[in-house]
């Protein structure tokens, strides 16, 4: 998708440098930084620290991460390791020991002067499919936009939660591929989205990526869907997701499990987008999914302009206060409507996914 007007992926190799580039999103919206990564433990540090974040892009990161180990050392000990770190690198969204298992898969038992041409093609062959199932999940979603503007002629109203858009993926995103295919075929739509706090990648990434794109959006508090819905002002919500299980339980940004209980009770659609490298075949009670804890100052301290137009970190929390940050929460699949894949829109239940992914 375009930034300023040219078109962009989120990460790429550079075969010059031997380096993977990406864009820096801990420093949007205010500054629009391509970073080069060097070695297994840039990647490492950037899933962590999340400048490279969202679960496909994440799961895409990790893969490079595996050329980066065998450019620097071709040793299956050295990679192993690698492995293993880039799985923990960040423990909830599964599309991270996805990319991993797949690229150690592939290079099983591949001679040593073939591994790294063997890891490279795999990784930009799990980035280019994650595009097309972007791709193939908005043309999917795009059917149920379009069956609500026929009915309403008027603007489509989406609301979505954090940022599954083209930042989160390798291009298009999940949730905002619908959006985009709507836009591109001259649907009127308008997103509502939420801030989503504690580190504000609805207000930083999706209100900035669907700017870019010209889509009509405004940037609500996270506690104002409810009140939106209550009024009739909202027509369906799309969020993505780091960890769908077979059951159709969703695990997303925290948040997103209020959001769909307010839809719940207004009667509004609630779809989650997804490609398949999102689901978890083996986990079946949600309560195994392990949900991030992160660092409370993501809570405590807010990053933003000055006056002087200067990036500042400011406390705004009483200093002797305790503060918890879950990054992650799990909405049942009762309350989600439909989910939106790749291969077609389901319903969220074994029997649903089975359907399509047999
Ligand atoms: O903590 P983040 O910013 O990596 O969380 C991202 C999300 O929760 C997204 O909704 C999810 O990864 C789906 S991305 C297409």
Same mark, same amino acid.
């Given at each position: 998708?375009?930034?300023?007007?040219?078109?962009?992926?989120?990460?790429?190799?550079?075969?010059?440098?031997?380096?993977?580039?990406?864009?820096?999103?801990? *420093?949007?919206?205010?500054?629009?930084?391509?970073?080069?990564?060097?070695?297994?433990?840039?990647?490492?540090?950037?899933?962590?620290?999340?400048?490279?974040?969202?679960?496909?892009?994440?799961? #895409?990161?990790?893969?490079? #991460?595996? %050329?980066?180990?065998?450019?620097?050392?071709?040793?299956?000990?050295?990679?192993?390791?690698?492995?293993?770190?880039?799985?923990?690198?960040?423990?909830?969204?599964?599309?991270?020991?996805?990319?991993?298992?797949?690229?150690?898969?592939?290079?099983?038992?591949?001679?040593?002067?073939?591994?790294?041409? /063997?890891?490279?093609?795999?990784?930009?062959?799990?980035?280019?499919?994650?595009?097309?199932?972007?791709?193939?999940? #908005?043309?999917?979603?795009? *059917?149920?936009?379009?069956?609500?503007?026929?009915?309403?002629? $008027? /603007?489509?109203?989406?609301?979505?939660?954090?940022?599954?858009?083209?930042?989160?993926?390798?291009?298009?995103?999940?949730?905002?591929?619908?959006?985009?295919?709507?836009?591109?075929?001259?649907?009127? %739509?308008?997103?509502?989205?939420?801030?989503?706090?504690?580190?504000?990648?609805?207000?930083?990434?999706?209100?900035?990526?669907?700017?870019?794109?010209?889509?009509?959006?405004?940037?609500?508090? $996270?506690?104002?869907?409810?009140?939106?819905?209550?009024?009739?002002?909202?027509?369906?919500?799309?969020?993505?997701?780091?960890?769908?299980?077979? /059951?159709?339980?969703?695990?997303?940004?925290?948040?997103?499990?209020? *959001?769909?209980? @307010?839809?719940? $009770?207004?009667?509004?659609?609630?779809?989650? @987008?997804?490609?398949?490298?999102?689901?978890?075949?083996?986990?079946?009670?949600?309560? $195994?999914?392990?949900?991030?804890?992160?660092?409370?100052?993501?809570?405590?301290?807010?990053?933003?302009?000055?006056?002087?137009?200067?990036?500042?970190?400011?406390?705004?929390?009483? *200093?002797?206060?305790?503060?918890?940050?879950? @990054?992650?929460?799990?909405?049942?699949?009762?309350?989600?409507?439909?989910?939106?894949?790749?291969?077609?829109?389901?319903? @969220?239940?074994?029997?649903?996914?089975? #359907?399509?992914?047999?």
């Amino acid at each position: 998708m375009k930034i300023e007007g040219k078109e962009f992926r989120t990460i790429w190799f550079d075969e010059k440098k031997q380096t993977v580039k990406i864009i820096d999103q801990t *420093k949007l919206p205010h500054n629009f930084i391509i970073k080069d990564l060097k070695t297994v433990k840039d990647i490492i540090n950037a899933i962590k620290i999340m400048e490279v974040r969202g679960a496909p892009l994440i799961g #895409g990161a990790a893969a490079y #991460g595996i %050329v980066l180990a065998i450019i620097e050392k071709n040793d299956p000990y050295f990679i192993k390791e690698s492995s293993n770190d880039l799985i923990q690198s960040r423990p909830t969204a599964i599309n991270l020991k996805w990319a991993v298992n797949r690229m150690m898969k592939k290079i099983l038992g591949v001679n040593n002067n073939k591994v790294l041409e /063997t890891a490279l093609y795999e990784a930009k062959e799990i980035c280019d499919e994650d595009i097309k199932f972007c791709e193939n999940i #908005g043309l999917n979603g795009l *059917k149920i936009i379009e069956e609500i503007y026929n009915k309403k002629k $008027d /603007t489509v109203n989406i609301l979505t939660h954090c940022n599954a858009g083209w930042l989160a993926t390798i291009n298009w995103g999940t949730a905002t591929s619908p959006i985009y295919h709507a836009h591109k075929k001259g649907i009127p %739509v308008h997103v509502w989205v939420d801030e989503t706090r504690p580190r504000n990648q609805g207000a930083n990434l999706t209100s900035y990526e669907l700017n870019e794109e010209e889509i009509p959006n405004t940037i609500i508090a $996270d506690n104002t869907g409810g009140i939106l819905m209550q009024r009739g002002d909202v027509d369906m919500c799309i969020v993505g997701t780091d960890r769908t299980l077979s /059951t159709g339980d969703v695990c997303n940004k925290i948040g997103t499990y209020l *959001k769909a209980l @307010a839809a719940y $009770d207004n009667g509004i659609p609630f779809y989650v @987008a997804l490609p398949s490298s999102t689901i978890d075949w083996d986990t079946k009670d949600f309560k $195994d999914i392990p949900i991030e804890e992160r660092n409370s100052e993501e809570l405590s301290h807010l990053e933003g302009l000055d006056e002087s137009g200067n990036v500042k970190k400011i406390l705004i929390y009483p *200093k002797k206060s305790k503060s918890m940050n879950l @990054a992650f929460d799990v909405t049942p699949a009762k309350y989600v409507t439909r989910l939106i894949t790749e291969k077609g829109v389901c319903e @969220a239940s074994a029997e649903g996914l089975k #359907g399509l992914f047999k």
